[in-house]
């Protein structure tokens, strides 16, 4: 399965130049990819009301003070008490994680199977907005559900098996933060 939701800044451009060769205008993507852009945001607000078995909300909506206007929603399988003593990352660290990216569909479409140690490493800054904001309220050791919207994935381009306009979800669990930074 390709790589694709690490892939750095330059690779992003690198697929923006490359959809600009075509015929399409930023205006056909929006009018071609309405149905699923529509179908991905009501499957987003679906899942800000979902519940779990005790009526509680089962995400927590995660808004960033660097972007009030970004968000992800989040869902932690561990008990944040075991790891709250653990290292989070800034978003110039480096992290190591486990990963696999579903599209609103439920359909796999990328895994951090197969690589070493089923683990992918890479500096956090170079990564889609929604990993971004997801980590930064992450502890090692942490494994959690997150729901990217399309504007803090990959917006309105396509990269590999991910459409425009596609909102995501994640299951990921921070392993390590390689090299950690410590605060002067």
């Given at each position: 399965m390709k790589k694709l939701i690490f892939a750095p800044v330059a690779a992003l451009a690198l697929a923006v130049g490359s959809s600009a060769c075509t015929?399409?205008?930023?205006?056909?993507?929006?009018e071609n990819y309405r149905e699923w852009r529509e179908s991905n945001n009501s499957w987003v607000l679906e899942q800000e009301g979902l519940l779990d078995e005790n009526g509680d909300l089962f995400y927590t909506k995660i808004v960033p003070d660097w972007d009030k206007g970004?968000?992800?929603l989040m869902h932690w399988f561990n008990d944040r008490n075991e790891t709250a003593g653990n290292l989070t990352p800034f978003v110039t660290s480096w992290i190591s994680a486990s990963y696999?990216?579903?599209?609103?569909?439920?359909?796999?479409?990328?895994?951090?199977e197969g690589l070493d140690?089923?683990?992918?490493t890479s500096q956090l800054s170079s990564?889609?907005?929604?990993w971004r904001i997801?980590?930064?309220e992450m502890h090692v050791g942490d494994t959690v559900q997150v729901v990217v919207p399309y504007l803090s994935g990959y917006g309105s381009v396509a990269s590999g098996n991910v459409p425009p306009y596609s909102a995501l979800r994640f299951n990921m669990r921070l392993k390590d933060i390689p090299g950690y930074e410590i605060r002067p």
């Open positions: 015929e399409t205008t930023g205006a056909d993507t929006w970004s968000y992800v696999d990216l579903y599209l609103s569909t439920d359909v796999l479409v990328d895994t951090s140690d089923d683990v992918f990564l889609i907005k929604g997801a980590m930064l």
